[in-house]
Structure formats: C-alpha cells, structure tokens
C-alpha cells in the first residue's frame, strides 16, 4: 500500500497550481483569490524568507507551494486534514507552513498594508 504522502510525486500542490495556471477559465483566481500576476509579486517578496533547502531524506516544498498552500487555507478556511489531501503534505507540516508564511506576509507587506489586529492575533495562535 502507498502512503498518499509518499505519492506527491505524481501529483502534489505543484501539479495542481501549474494545472489551474493552464485553465484559462479563471480557476486559479478562484482558488487562490488573486490573480497569477498578484501571486507571482507576492511569491517573488516572501520566497526567500520561506524557502526551504532539500536534504537527503526529502524534497523541499516548494516556496510556491507553500504560498499556494497559505492562500487557499486564508480563503477557504479548509482544515488542514483537507489540505492535507489536496496537496498531499503532512497535516501536521500544513500547521507549521500556514503560520510561517502568514509571518512572512505581514512582514514584507506591512510597509504597503496595514496589517489588522485580528490577523496578527490569528498568527499567534
């Protein structure tokens, strides 16, 4: 028996958001709630905080995915058990990914942005 985990390479968050990038129906606006050019921008600022380095043992997710990952927690408010499916990452990894990158938002953006009290009071938790 495979583990869904272990299948992520045939078909993980980085199939998924190039496949959504492809449909020309708007698909990926509806996932993500922003549209590519926004994502990319905003890829582009909190990549190199977010980033990880591939070992031995594993493959590093994506900077890509983990903002795809982050986005689409923020806009659907799926739990991280249904993401885990979707994306075929780790509940437990999901829970430590959105928080980090949630953290890198607010500080890249918060010279554009006011960030609110309730969405740092949510980083917190």
């Known amino acids: 028996m495979v583990s869904l985990n272990q299948s992520r390479e045939r078909?993980?968050?980085?199939?998924?958001?190039?496949?959504?990038?492809?449909e020309p129906s708007g698909r990926f606006e509806n996932f993500c709630r922003?549209?590519?050019e926004d994502f990319e921008?905003?890829?582009?600022?909190?990549?190199p905080v977010v980033s990880k380095k591939d070992t031995r043992w594993r493959k590093a997710i994506p900077g890509k995915e983990r903002l795809a990952l982050t986005l689409r927690f923020l806009?659907?408010?799926?739990?991280?058990k249904s993401l885990h499916y979707l994306f075929k990452i780790s509940a437990q990894l999901i829970s430590s990914i959105v928080p980090e990158v949630c953290s890198a938002l607010i500080k890249v953006l918060s010279n554009v942005i006011q960030v609110t009290f309730l969405f740092r009071?949510?980083?917190r938790r």
Request: aromatic content about 16%; glycine content about 6%.
């Open 11 to 22: 078909y993980s968050g980085t199939h998924l958001t190039a496949d959504l990038l492809k």
């Open 34 to 36: 922003m549209s590519f």
């Open 41 to 47: 921008e905003l890829l582009q600022k909190i990549e």
């Open 75 to 80: 806009a659907s408010g799926d739990s991280f």
């Open 121 to 123: 009071y949510f980083i």
